[in-house]
Structures are given as C-alpha cells and as structure tokens.
Nanobody, 125 residues
Framework: EVQLVESGGGLVQIGESLRLSCAASGFTEDDFVISWFRQAPGKEREAVSC????????FVADSVKGRFFISPANAKTTVNLQMNRLNSEDTAVYYC??????????????????WGQGTQVTVSS
C-alpha cells in the first residue's frame, strides 16, 4: 500500500517562506500523482498543487499561483511544495495525497485513495 510521510510545517510570520515535503512509497504502477491539499478551520479541503509523475504536468491553484511551487525529487516519489510570501489565509492543515494507475491531477479530494497525516502551517502577524 502507498504510504505518505509529510514534513516541513510550522509557525511563520506573514511574508516568510516554508517548504513542505511528501515522501511516498509503495507505488506499484508507473502512473501516479502526488498532490497537496489544505483545510482551514470551518472550510472545505482545497486542492493546492499537484504533480503527475507520468508526464511531469503540474497544477497550482489560482489562490497560490506565483507564490507556491511544486517540484519532484528522488525519482519523483518525493514532492516538495515551496511556499513563499505566506499570508494568514494560508494557515491550514496541509495534507499530501496520492493515487496511482492514472495521471490526472484531480482537484476533488475524493479521487485520492492515499493520504498523509497532515502537517500544520500557521502564518501569524
């Protein structure tokens, strides 16, 4: 089974940067996607960014475009999310999600079978 281990969350001030990492293992298919979602208190889980290992295609949500950047590492089974110019609206629990057998970066969380435990990102003033 696919397992995901997240790291890199924490407390930062407005305007600062953080880098999240998601290390995946257990893929049995050549096609897989690794995505980042986030969920703020009282809000629905939101797709932030995604990497498709099959073709290198990436998705970045409009709300973070130009500030967040996703990149693969370690034969594409690790995905890093570089988050720059953080603001209070970025405060949330960030979850790594993955699926295999296809190469679609869905924004619907229900399309992903595998999830990490989540890592808290808090942006304070």
């Amino acid at each position: 089974e696919v397992q995901l281990v997240e790291s890199g969350g924490g407390l930062v001030q407005i305007g600062e940067s953080l880098r999240l990492s998601c290390a995946a293992s257990g893929f049995t298919e050549d096609d897989f996607v690794i995505s980042w979602f986030r969920q703020a208190p009282g809000k629905e889980r939101e797709a932030v960014s995604c990497f498709s290992a099959s073709d290198g295609w990436t998705f970045v949500a409009d709300s973070v475009k130009g500030r967040f950047f996703i990149s693969p590492a370690n034969a594409k089974t690790t995905v890093n999310l570089q988050m720059n110019r953080l603001n209070s609206e970025d405060t949330a629990v960030y979850y790594c999600a993955a699926d295999e057998g296809h190469f679609n970066c869905y924004t619907d969380a229900s399309k992903f079978r595998y999830w990490g435990q989540g890592t808290q990102v808090t942006v304070s003033s």
